[in-house]
């Protein structure tokens, strides 16, 4: 008789640009469970009909602050499968409220499940052991508790918890995700460049043993990583707030949202005259500044996902001008999942169509770093620097003014639209879009450095030093 085939444990990474947010579809013996679905949903339903898997779970690892998780789509489009989060946040959705401790069985997958309040008092890391081999388990998906070489920031429940959150953090760390042996696999909730973490490695995934000996967080006293932790300032925008809302009672569920609309140059033109619609132009920075629809935003679509929570409001109907019609459903993705929802229209045959019907157009000065250097001695203009304060409190131009992209609309009403400006940040991205703001705004004379600040200090000139 033969023996019955039994199909390995299968763990796919479900990368989210921009946000550097990391989900995971996990399958085993026909079934399957995702952990910390994006609402884009499309490509767990791709994974699991390749795979021929049911989907029997969606876990969340916390009430996320940095986007809007995906499971109520999941489950719009799998109804038998149960949503689980943990029973320490009053969620006015999903079927299964988890405590520490509890198992579930996915397949031939037993997963253990461990409450690690730090960066939330609900987050929760989950345990699998492979029993197809096993009792043992083989790998940690860690939420924002644990990152490679990083761990979770403390700050975001409330800055007056911050300490007593740290000190939750360090003994989770400890107590719970430490003692597991130093072979298991960690698969965290974020990657680099999330501001969920300070400095997150560049490798996606890690192992328990690698961060033992490796993360500077997991070598240190309770002191002084409540030390650190309290002296870490990170980038705090406006828009978590909505992510927890929404995470909360349960986002709208994408497919009953209005699909955008198709619209040729005159009636784009027409939706220009509505202040609540705002013009998204997700071309490059060096292609934006060129030119642009008059009073669009520059978001890049390489750095849309994260720029797009910092600097838009929820109160707006977005249109987009797209570089091709191709990256309309990735472009709408990332407003999504930031719980941008109202995307109204688009141009039909792109930008492009903008420039051959002849309409107007804007263009920024982009300034060589030379250029911007006499600038400068010569109190010609004025820098406008739109990093993050902890970018900023490190390093910047002397004399430069601060409106860190997350509250540059705020910021920018201190100063004189009259006063030229040259918006600067690392590499001319930031630059670009915080440009468009300003032109948006009224301010009337505005360049750009695409060099920028890397640009500045490979030439040699002067960098104020402020905080080490």
Known sequence: ?????????????????????????????????????????????????????????????????????????????????????????????????????????????????????????????????????????????????????????????????????????????????????????????????????????????????????????????????????????????????????LNTIGPPIVAELPSPIEMNVDDFEQAMQDDKNVILDTRSASEFVKGHIPHSISLPLRHMGLFAGWVLEDDKNFFFALGVKADLDNARGMLLRVGLDSVVGYLKEGISSWFEAGKSIKSFRTYSIQELRTQVDGNLLKILDVRQPHETEKEIIEGSLLAPLTSIAEDIEKVDPKTPIATMCPAGFRATTGASILAKAGFENVGVPLAGLKGWQEAGYPIQMRRV
């Open 1 to 245: 008789m033969a023996t019955p085939k039994v199909v390995p444990l299968r763990i796919t990474t479900v990368r989210s640009e921009g946000l550097a947010v990391l989900s995971y579809f996990i399958s085993s013996e026909g079934e399957a469970l995702i952990i910390d679905p994006r609402r884009d949903v499309d490509i767990y339903f791709d994974i699991a009909k390749q795979e021929k898997t049911e989907i029997r779970h969606v876990f969340e690892t916390h009430r996320n602050e940095d986007y809007v998780i995906g499971s109520c789509d999941v489950k719009h489009r799998a109804p038998s499968s149960q949503i689980g989060h943990s029973d320490a946040t009053r969620f006015k959705y999903g079927d299964l409220q988890i405590a520490d401790g509890d198992v579930f069985t996915v397949g031939k997958i037993r997963v253990t499940c461990l409450n690690t309040p730090g960066h939330t008092d609900d987050s929760m890391c989950y345990i699998l052991a492979d029993e197809s081999v096993g009792s043992d388990p083989v790998a940690a998906f860690t939420g924002d508790t644990l990152f490679v070489g990083e761990v979770g920031r403390t700050d975001l429940v409330d800055i007056k918890k911050h300490e007593q959150m740290s000190r939750k953090l360090y003994h989770s760390l400890h107590d719970k995700v430490l003692p597991l042996k130093d072979g298991v696999m960690v698969y965290p909730g974020h990657g680099a460049g999330s501001v969920c973490g300070g400095a997150i490695g560049e490798r996606d995934l890690t192992t328990i043993g690698y961060e033992r000996a490796y993360n500077p967080w997991l070598n240190i006293d309770e002191d002084k990583f409540v030390e650190r932790k309290l002296d870490q300032h990170l980038t705090r925008a406006p828009y978590f707030k909505r992510c927890e809302h």
